[in-house]
């Protein structure tokens, strides 16, 4: 049993469309992140959010724009994307602070940019 | 520059053939090395963190050892559910994870 949750599990989306993830978790924990995962690759870190802040930003395209809207939720809106862009995206949270700490990810979205 | 290799790549193994999969670091002041084990499709699962060298720590089939340059993830009398990846990450000076590529683990009934 995981308690970081995902929405949704897979989507499948064009350029031109606007769609958003979901995270959340039930750890009491004050840091979140955002991961892309490409075949065979370690996962990638996209942000960061601790507080409810950003904290980093791993030089991400415009087209990924995260929110943090309370210390349980994080989304990730997408818009424009590209071909290149599909890969499992994972969320992770973990206790805030400068560690180490470890964090605890979710099952992950298959995205499928068409 | 922090880096984090794993090897081997892959790993093939029978049933209740013991083996161990190798992580080897360079960071400046390691403060923290976590294992995890990742099913295809899934989100990685987090098994073990070591903060110094000397530490060990187990978990069932699996033990994760550390020294100043490499960990050991031993698994002993594997299962052919343990099969999966195994991925190493180091905690940075920059507070966070540098990841290594993994090692695939197949283990044949």
């Known amino acids: 049993d995981t308690e970081v949750t995902q929405t949704p599990k897979h989507l499948v989306m064009g350029m031109t469309n606007k769609k958003s993830l979901k995270c959340e978790q039930h750890m009491g924990h004050r840091a979140m992140y955002w991961y892309k995962q490409k075949a065979k690759k370690p996962p990638e870190l996209m942000f960061v959010?601790?507080?409810?802040?950003?904290?980093i930003n791993e030089s991400v395209p415009s087209r990924f724009s995260p929110e943090c809207p309370n210390s349980s939720l994080l989304n990730l809106h997408l818009h424009a994307l590209q071909p290149e862009d599909s890969a499992l995206y994972l969320c992770?949270?973990?206790?805030?602070?400068?560690?180490?700490?470890?964090?605890?990810f979710g099952p992950g979205t298959r995205l499928t940019v068409t | 520059e922090d880096q984090v290799t794993q090897s081997p790549e892959a790993l093939r193994l029978q049933e209740g053939e013991s083996s161990s999969l190798n992580c080897s670091y360079t960071?400046?002041?390691?403060?923290?090395l976590f294992w995890y084990r990742q099913d295809p499709g899934k989100g990685p699962e987090f098994l073990f963190t070591l903060y110094s060298a000397g530490e060990e720590k187990e978990k069932e089939r699996l033990k994760a050892t550390l020294t100043k340059k490499e960990s050991f993830l031993h698994i002993t009398a594997p299962k052919p559910e343990d099969s999966a990846t195994y991925l190493c990450a180091v905690w940075d000076s920059n507070y966070q994870l540098i990841w290594g590529a993994g090692t695939k683990l197949i283990i044949k009934p």
């Open positions: 959010y601790s507080y409810e802040k950003l904290s």
């Open positions: 992770a949270s973990s206790q805030a602070g400068t560690g180490p700490y470890e964090q605890y």
């Open positions: 960071v400046s002041g390691l403060r923290g």
